[in-house]
Structure formats: C-alpha cells, structure tokens
C-alpha cells in the first residue's frame, strides 16, 4: 500500500508529485556530493596543512559570496519563470532569461576589468592576515579566485532556470558533478606533488565553472531548449522587470552575504586561521545535515512559487504542514549528530584538528535556528514577498559583525556563533509569523509587500 502510494506520487505530474520526484532524487545525488566535501576536508588539510587550509577556507568565502551578490537577478528570474512557465507564456520566459543573462555578462566583465586595477593597490596579505612567506602566493590566489566568481556570476544561473521548472534534482547533478572533479584533482596533487596552497585553490575554485559550463551546454539542448537565451530576445524591458523583484532579493541576499559569509574573516582577523579550520570543521559537520534540508525546501519554494501565481492556498497549506513536520524531524537528527560528533571527528579529522564539544554544542544549537528561520524564508521567497525581509536582515547584519567580534574576543569562537545565532533567533521569529499569515490568507499591509 505505501509502496503503492510512493510510486504513485513520483510518477505523477502535480505540483506535490513534482516536488516529491525532486525530493527523492536529490537525497542521492546530494548524499553523494556530501559524501566528497566531507572527504575533501581532511584530504586538503593532509596536503597543504591547517593552516594554509584555512587560508583558501578564508578566501573561500569570497567566492562564496556570487550565490548572494547577484543583485537578487537569479532568484528574481527563477520567480518569474516559474510564474510565467505556469501560465505557458513561452515568449515572456525567453525574454527575461536572455536578457538576465546579457545584463549578468556585463556586469561580471565589468567587474572583472575594474577589480584587475584596484587589486594591484590592495595589501591582501594584511586583509586575509596571512603569514609572510604567503605574501606572494595571497595575490595569485585572489586572481584565481576572481576569475572564478566572475564566471560563475553568469553561469549559476542554469541553477535557478533548472529549479524554476522542477528539475532542482538536475542542479544538484552540476554542484555534484563539481565535487567529483574537486576531490579527483585534489587526489592527484596529494599523490603526485608536494602541498602547494596555489595548486589546491586552482582545482577547488575552478572545478565548479567547469561543470556548470558542461552542464549549462548540455541543458540549453535538451531540457531547458525551448528556454535557451539569444541575443535577438535581450531586451530591457525584460531586465528592468526581473530587477524590479530582483531588488528586493538583492537587498536581503546583501544582508545574508553579511550574516553568513563574514564569520571565516572575522575569526581569521580576531582569532588567527588555524581557528577557521576549527570552526569550518564543526560547521561542515552540521552543514551535511542542512544540506539534506535544503534538497527539500528547494522544492517547496518552486512550489510556492506556482501555487501562490494560481490562488492555491491550499495546497499551500497543505504545504506548510508539512513542512513543519520536517522541521520535527530535523530537530531530532540535529540532536544525534551532537551526540555521535566526538566518535565522528575522530574518525572523519583523527588528530589533524582538536575540536572542542562545546563549540559542537554552540554549533548545534545555531542550526536549530538556522532550520527554523529557512523552512520559513523558503515560503516567504517563493511568493516574493519581501520588504520586511529586507528590513530584518540589513538590520540584523549590521548588528552581527560588531556583535560577532566582541564576543568572539570574549569567550573566542563560541563567541562568534553565539552572536550568530542571538540575531538568527530573532530572524526566525519574524520570519515564520509572516509566513503563517501570508499562507492563510491573514497578511496585509508591510506583511504582503
């Protein structure tokens, strides 16, 4: 009977069947690609040492920040093909993805040329806080990783064309895809050279590029062919209206680049880098778990997305209650990984890295919030309902960097995830009350903008 049910639900061409089929395919694809980035860990900090590691982990995050910088263009398209493909308004769905792509291209190069002149006047071994016989190797690192955001700047956007049509299960294919080229040219320098810090960030900045271009290529000729870009269909027009919405994506995607991507800098800067190998480690940990999270969530928002266009609320509904279980479920598994982490770091790190329990603990208790706060967010982004998002987050970001580095420098880098989860709570509340009241139909004013 259930098994029945099960087939039934991941053969059919609903909205909940397309978003279970997206589910169940991306727990595979995902495990595997966890799988490597965990391995990837302690195979890099074997090559190049903590240290030189938590170099790339610091300018790692950089690279990081193209999934927030990308004045909110990518999840403004993915909204608005979403919402168009529903309607079987072909036409409109071109025009915005080829002119998001021509503006994305302008400005990437743009950046790309100005960064090469300002980047000669900038002391980057005193902004990373490198050691000394770095000094040189810091500058190539920073074009390499430069080169890298610029590329993806443009080509991350086969994500959200991918997941605007419910086919997130072929995304996480690409970011899979990159981790396998990762760990195979990490595997090869480990056995064939001697650590080198510039080799290592060469293959982990550039394997992702690699595969969304392989990838991006491929989908333009068979999945997403009728969605193909060209260069007769870029329009302005049709890039005002994505960053009509993509403003206010653009706003609260600066607010998480703040809030999310500045934690490896401040440690590096207050507390030295081997710390940031320390805290990556426990965070990666924990990470594995949400990334599970976000292979569900991906699917809602889409869903959302379509059902809020249509009027559905109550297949909305319906949504949200599930959701919420999941949120349940999740609660728990978070509770076992902080009780299995000490046997697991052991076997997974050894004696590479010391890592403190109570930092798990900190850490624990952050994605708790961070589960709450996304489950949330995911309903709130799909029927792009974002003015007080744009407010909380900018707010709670300023307050998060001092916050941050004074309690970092207090009690250390329990310190630093304190802050982030006192302003994540805060966050997660506000979030989760608007989401009730969007979906049932009770929001007005600030709460429906």
């Known amino acids: 009977m259930i098994i029945n049910k099960i087939k039934k639900a991941y053969k059919g061409g609903d909205r909940s069947s397309l978003v279970f089929k ?18 990837l860990i302690p195979m890099s ?4 040492g903590a240290a030189e590691y938590g170099v790339w982990l610091t300018v790692s995050s950089v690279i990081g920040w193209m999934n927030w910088f990308d004045f909110g263009l990518g999840n403004g398209l993915r909204n608005k093909v979403t919402a168009e493909y529903s309607m079987n308004n072909i036409e409109n769905v071109k025009l915005y993805v080829s002119s998001t792509y021509g503006f994305l291209t302008i400005i990437s190069l743009s950046f790309f040329f100005l960064f090469l002149i300002v980047h000669q006047f900038v002391d980057w071994k005193g902004f990373f806080n490198v050691p000394d016989h770095l000094s040189q190797t810091i500058n190539n690192i920073v074009v390499i990783v430069l080169i890298s955001f610029c590329a993806q700047f443009v080509l991350q956007l086969i994500y959200n064309l991918l997941t605007a049509v419910h086919l997130t299960y072929k995304a996480n294919l690409i970011m899979t895809f990159a981790l396998v080229i990762s760990i195979l040219g990490v595997g090869i320098l480990y056995h064939f050279t001697e650590g080198n810090l510039l080799l290592l960030v060469a293959v982990l900045a550039m394997a992702p590029v690699f595969s969304m271009l392989i990838f991006s290529l491929y989908y333009f000729r068979n999945d997403l062919s009728t969605l193909r870009p060209s260069f007769n269909k870029i329009d302005l027009k049709g890039a005002k209206s994505i960053m009509g919405l993509g403003s206010m994506f653009f706003l609260v995607q600066l607010g998480g680049l703040f809030l999310y991507q500045t934690s490896n800098i401040i440690i590096a800067k207050v507390l030295g880098l081997e710390e940031v190998s320390v805290y990556n480690v426990v965070h990666k940990y924990f990470m594995a778990l949400y990334i599970v999270v976000t292979v569900i969530l991906n699917p809602y928002w889409t869903g959302f997305t379509e059902a809020f266009a249509l009027k559905d609320f109550v297949w909305m509904k319906k949504a949200m209650a599930n959701l919420w279980k999941i949120s349940a479920f999740f609660i728990g598994m978070n509770l076992i990984f902080l009780i ?31 589960f709450w706060y996304n489950v949330h967010i995911t309903i709130i ?23 941050s580095i004074f309690f970092g420098k207090i009690i250390g880098l329990n310190g630093v995830v304190l802050a982030n989860t006192l302003i994540l709570g805060t966050l997660g509340l506000i979030t989760s009350y608007q989401a009730y009241r969007i979906v049932y139909e009770k929001a007005s004013g600030i709460w429906l903008k």
């Open 22 to 39: 997206n589910i169940v395919n991306s727990i595979g694809i995902k495990g595997i690609g966890i799988l490597i980035s965990l391995l």
């Open 45 to 48: 900090i074997s090559y190049v």
């Open 340 to 370: 299995i982490s000490p046997y697991v770091f052991d076997i997974w790190i050894g004696d590479r890295l010391e890592i403190p329990f109570l930092l798990t603990v900190f850490l624990s208790v952050y994605f708790l919030f961070f």
């Open 381 to 403: 982004y799909g029927v792009s309902k974002l003015k007080v998002q744009s407010i909380i987050i900018l707010i709670g970001a300023l307050l998060n960097v001092p916050l």
